[in-house]
């Protein structure tokens, strides 16, 4: 029989068998505890191929159905010397398929247990020049020749058998040993959602990582997942020296004594750091690590100036007691608190930690880019009232581009509008920011940017801990909640609600509380209604209505109807004017004066008789601007006829600019054309454009004989 047919006879007997390098004892094939096959197909390729004049391998383990006891009998390593002892102690081998060795030596075949591992082992369970081949391991067989130049045969006397079933005595001594309880720092679970150094450090690394930097290398993955690797200066093809996963487990269980620094056992992650890097004192380790945390803590505090974000200098070192935020009186309670507590009235209060959730596909996204885009443009934030741009960072965890691009075009941005202070991170590949790691890169984000307001869409997606879980809520504000806060920095999370929405976010409750303010957002039939359902600040309204509308732009209107304002708030602000107070006064100029006045009001009844005078105002600009409109129109605009389209458009532009100078001049949005002509037209958000439109179509025509324009007309043409 040539090798092709050799192999064969092996496959037929379950044996998965693999090439061997002419003359040596190792397989050509990389992987090889993979590829080793009883195919015929591939067994033809290999041995009429590529491999035609290798010997033959047979891989050992349940796979194949096999162990191999491997009896080497050298002058100083006499295994039938130590096999004869095993035996009066414990009864004889029943005779079994038995293979000569090219050494001299013999393979005794037995068949694979069906209830217990057997690994591959080198004298140092069964003793001196006894070895076992097992799981993911091979031994050459017959067809194949020795480096010595002889050649493996079957032992005449027991060709004719199969592979017997091993003695108990030997399968006992075979027997794994049970793997030690884990450390605390481990769980069969792959994440660690337990406190401290240890625990962080199992969340953030890998057991790839760490073995590949070590020199390790794997061999192979078995079908249950469980990964076997080889230690640094080992031929793979001599055996594997540990595992990974080892009944779904996160340790790696080492089974090799020839690792000085690292023992047999079971170890995590954390675990095999302290051996590796502190000789197995755990102590010293978590110290060292914790060490290292609050270095790259106070480094990214150090490093970031959101105001000034193309400059840094170090502190020096009196300067870090400012670190600890301690409050300086006096300061404290000299500086005015003014209006922009809010950075977005009056669902983003500046300065604080916000989480907003909803049920799957509510719109929660929508709304939010809404309002961020507006808060970064400068716009009208939900049709309301215009905040000052604010550099904002997005980051964006789930939309495509096309999303992204679909979005802000249904909300009226286009290439036209300046999104310069949108800086809009789209699916980025930064560290979870329930670690270090995470926090740190997003405050590199934040002072590459010099971002005011960070919005993060979504937290389960940004975090590698189960979302669900109080340690993954508490890890996340630890590092990356309470560095953002104490920087100064508004953000707000996104979140899901459960099943019974009625019940907040899915989840621990300690979602409710890293944040000041929590939202829940609810569809309802012309719009959005938001409810706060837990807050530290007083001062939010507990409801607020947004009006979704679809014309050529999506627009989400803020419902100022709607009750935003506490009772009596009317009357609070009206006392204010009595004691003629400028409108934009601060919070404490207006406390003193109502002070020396003989008044007395809460903070919360102040500050909303603050805003309640503000908006009153920015209600009373707003329609003298309207009213600027209207007398521009009448005086600028004859009755129109119909003329050439050219010289239609040419018009319209003249009254566009006209009253996008006057009336808006601070409008820079998305500009929307003619939709005949394709000419722009006024840069006018669509409510504002529809007031114009609805003034010139007042206006009447003088000749009842000329054809007119229709007000709806018009209103198509120019706006």
Same mark, same amino acid.
């Given at each position: 029989? +040539?090798?092709?047919?050799?192999?064969?006879?092996?496959? +037929?007997?379950?044996?998965?068998?693999?090439?061997?390098?002419?003359?040596?004892?190792?397989?050509?094939?990389?992987?090889?505890?993979?590829?080793?096959?009883?195919?015929?197909?591939?067994?033809?390729?290999?041995?009429?191929?590529?491999?035609?004049?290798?010997? &033959?391998?047979?891989?050992?383990?349940?796979?194949?159905? &096999?162990?191999?006891?491997? &009896?080497?009998?050298?002058?100083?390593?006499?295994?039938?010397?130590?096999?004869?002892?095993?035996?009066?102690?414990?009864?004889?081998?029943?005779?079994?398929?038995?293979?000569?060795?090219?050494?001299?030596?013999?393979?005794?075949?037995?068949?694979?247990?069906?209830?217990?591992?057997?690994?591959?082992?080198?004298?140092?369970?069964?003793?001196?020049?006894?070895?076992?081949?097992?799981?993911?391991?091979?031994?050459?067989?017959?067809?194949?020749?020795?480096?010595?130049?002889?050649?493996?045969?079957?032992?005449?006397?027991?060709?004719?058998?199969?592979?017997?079933?091993?003695?108990?005595?030997?399968?006992?001594?075979?027997?794994?040993? *049970?793997?030690?309880?884990?450390?605390?720092?481990?769980?069969?679970?792959?994440?660690?959602?337990?406190?401290?150094?240890?625990?962080?450090? +199992?969340? %953030?690394?890998?057991?790839?990582?760490?073995?590949?930097?070590?020199?390790?290398?794997?061999?192979?993955?078995?079908?249950?997942?469980?990964?076997?690797?080889?230690?640094?200066?080992?031929?793979?093809?001599?055996?594997?020296?540990?595992?990974?996963?080892?009944?779904?487990?996160?340790?790696?269980?080492?089974?090799?004594?020839? &690792?000085?620094?690292?023992?047999?056992?079971?170890?995590?992650?954390?675990?095999?750091?302290?051996?590796?890097?502190?000789?197995?004192?755990?102590?010293?380790?978590?110290?060292?690590?914790?060490?290292?945390?609050?270095?790259?803590?106070?480094?990214?505090?150090?490093?970031?100036?959101?105001?000034?974000?193309?400059?840094?200098?170090?502190?020096?070192?009196?300067?870090?007691?400012?670190?600890?935020?301690?409050?300086?009186?006096?300061?404290?309670?000299?500086?005015?608190?003014?209006?922009?507590?809010?950075?977005?009235?009056?669902?983003?209060? /500046?300065?604080?930690?916000?989480?907003?959730?909803?049920?799957?596909?509510?719109?929660?996204?929508?709304?939010?880019?809404?309002?961020?885009?507006?808060?970064?443009?400068?716009?009208?934030?939900?049709?309301?009232?215009?905040?000052?741009?604010?550099?904002?960072?997005?980051?964006?965890?789930?939309?495509?581009?096309?999303?992204?691009?679909?979005?802000?075009?249904?909300?009226?941005?286009?290439?036209?509008?300046?999104?310069?202070?949108?800086? $809009?991170?789209?699916?980025?590949?930064?560290?979870?920011?329930?670690?270090?790691?995470?926090?740190?890169?997003?405050?590199?984000?934040?002072?590459?940017?010099?971002? *005011?307001?960070?919005?993060?869409?979504?937290?389960? %997606?940004?975090?590698?801990?189960?979302?669900?879980?109080?340690?993954?809520?508490?890890?996340?504000?630890?590092?990356?909640?309470?560095?953002?806060?104490?920087?100064?920095?508004? $953000?707000?999370?996104?979140?899901?609600?459960?099943?019974?929405?009625?019940?907040?976010?899915?989840?621990?409750?300690?979602?409710?509380?890293?944040?000041?303010?929590?939202?829940?957002?609810?569809?309802?039939?012309?719009?959005?209604?938001?409810? /706060?359902?837990?807050?530290?600040?007083?001062?939010?309204?507990?409801?607020?209505?947004?009006?979704?509308?679809?014309?050529?732009?999506?627009?989400?209107?803020?419902?100022?109807?709607?009750?935003?304002?506490?009772?009596?708030?009317?009357?609070?602000?009206?006392?204010?004017?009595?004691?003629?107070?400028?409108?934009?006064?601060?919070?404490?100029?207006?406390?003193?004066?109502?002070?020396?006045?003989?008044?007395?009001?809460?903070?919360?009844?102040?500050?909303?008789?603050?805003?309640? %005078?503000?908006?009153?105002?920015?209600?009373?600009?707003?329609?003298?601007?309207?009213?600027?409109?209207?007398?521009?129109?009448? /005086?600028?605009?004859?009755?129109?006829?119909?003329?050439?389209?050219?010289?239609?458009?040419?018009?319209?532009?003249?009254?566009?600019?006209?009253?996008?100078?006057?009336?808006?001049?601070?409008?820079?949005?998305?500009?929307?054309?003619?939709?005949?002509?394709?000419?722009?037209?006024?840069?006018?958000?669509?409510?504002?454009?529809?007031?114009?439109?609805?003034?010139?179509?007042?206006?009447?025509?003088?000749?009842?004989?000329?054809?007119?324009?229709?007000?709806?007309?018009?209103?198509?043409?120019?706006?």
């Amino acid at each position: 029989m +040539n090798q092709h047919e050799i192999a064969l006879d092996y496959a +037929n007997r379950g044996w998965r068998v693999i090439p061997i390098r002419p003359g040596e004892k190792h397989p050509p094939i990389p992987r090889w505890q993979e590829a080793a096959t009883t195919d015929p197909e591939t067994i033809l390729t290999w041995w009429t191929g590529p491999y035609a004049n290798h010997g &033959i391998g047979i891989a050992t383990g349940p796979a194949s159905g &096999i162990f191999v006891l491997d &009896i080497d009998d050298k002058e100083h390593n006499r295994g039938y010397d130590t096999l004869a002892d095993l035996e009066t102690e414990h009864g004889p081998l029943p005779e079994t398929l038995t293979v000569i060795t090219g050494s001299g030596g013999n393979h005794l075949y037995f068949a694979y247990p069906e209830h217990q591992i057997i690994r591959n082992d080198a004298g140092r369970r069964l003793g001196p020049g006894l070895d076992i081949r097992g799981e993911g391991g091979q031994v050459v067989a017959p067809g194949s020749t020795h480096p010595n130049g002889t050649t493996y045969e079957f032992d005449a006397d027991t060709e004719h058998l199969t592979p017997a079933q091993a003695p108990q005595w030997l399968l006992q001594l075979l027997q794994e040993p *049970e793997p030690p309880t884990p450390p605390a720092t481990v769980q069969t679970a792959v994440q660690d959602h337990t406190d401290g150094p240890a625990a962080r450090y +199992n969340n %953030r690394t890998n057991w790839t990582d760490l073995l590949h930097d070590d020199g390790w290398t794997l061999a192979y993955t078995d079908r249950a997942g469980e990964q076997h690797w080889v230690r640094p200066g080992k031929d793979p093809s001599d055996g594997t020296s540990a595992t990974v996963g080892y009944q779904g487990q996160d340790f790696l269980r080492v089974f090799t004594s020839s &690792i000085p620094w690292l023992p047999e056992g079971a170890y995590s992650r954390f675990g095999y750091y302290a051996a590796r890097q502190h000789n197995g004192d755990r102590s010293a380790a978590a110290r060292n690590l914790h060490q290292i945390e609050n270095r790259a803590i106070e480094t990214s505090l150090h490093n970031f100036q959101p105001t000034n974000p193309q400059t840094h200098t170090n502190p020096e070192p009196e300067e870090r007691l400012e670190l600890a935020h301690i409050i300086n009186w006096d300061k404290f309670w000299n500086t005015d608190k003014t209006d922009e507590e809010w950075l977005a009235w009056p669902l983003i209060p /500046r300065g604080r930690a916000i989480a907003l959730y909803a049920p799957a596909k509510a719109g929660k996204s929508t709304v939010l880019l809404a309002v961020v885009a507006a808060l970064a443009a400068g716009q009208p934030i939900l049709g309301g009232y215009t905040a000052p741009p604010c550099r904002c960072l997005y980051i964006d965890m789930e939309m495509t581009e096309a999303d992204l691009h679909e979005r802000l075009t249904d909300l009226g941005y286009g290439p036209d509008s300046d999104l310069s202070n949108l800086h $809009y991170a789209l699916l980025p590949s930064l560290p979870p920011m329930d670690t270090i790691e995470g926090a740190k890169a997003l405050l590199d984000l934040v002072h590459h940017t010099g971002a *005011e307001f960070v919005a993060i869409d979504t937290f389960g %997606r940004a975090v590698e801990g189960d979302e669900d879980k109080a340690d993954t809520v508490r890890a996340f504000y630890r590092h990356t909640g309470l560095a953002l806060k104490a920087a100064g920095i508004t $953000y707000l999370r996104t979140d899901h609600s459960g099943k019974d929405t009625s019940k907040g976010q899915r989840g621990s409750s300690a979602k409710n509380d890293d944040v000041d303010l929590v939202w829940s957002l609810k569809r309802i039939n012309n719009g959005i209604t938001l409810t /706060r359902t837990h807050s530290r600040i007083s001062w939010v309204p507990p409801e607020v209505k947004i009006t979704r509308t679809e014309h050529d732009v999506t627009e989400y209107i803020l419902d100022l109807e709607a009750e935003v304002f506490a009772d009596g708030t009317a009357d609070r602000a009206q006392l204010l004017d009595e004691l003629q107070l400028p409108a934009d006064i601060g919070f404490n100029a207006a406390g003193r004066a109502l002070r020396e006045a003989g008044h007395k009001m809460s903070a919360t009844n102040l500050r909303d008789a603050i805003r309640f %005078r503000k908006n009153a105002a920015q209600q009373e600009e707003q329609l003298r601007r309207t009213q600027t409109v209207d007398n521009l129109l009448r /005086r600028a605009a004859p009755p129109l006829r119909h003329t050439p389209e050219t010289d239609i458009a040419a018009r319209c532009d003249e009254i566009s600019g006209a009253v996008g100078a006057v009336a808006f001049p601070q409008v820079t949005g998305p500009a929307h054309l003619h939709e005949n002509s394709g000419t722009p037209g006024a840069v006018i958000p669509a409510r504002r454009r529809s007031i114009g439109a609805a003034r010139y179509g007042d206006h009447q025509t003088q000749s009842e004989t000329e054809e007119e324009t229709t007000p709806t007309d018009l209103d198509e043409w120019i706006f």
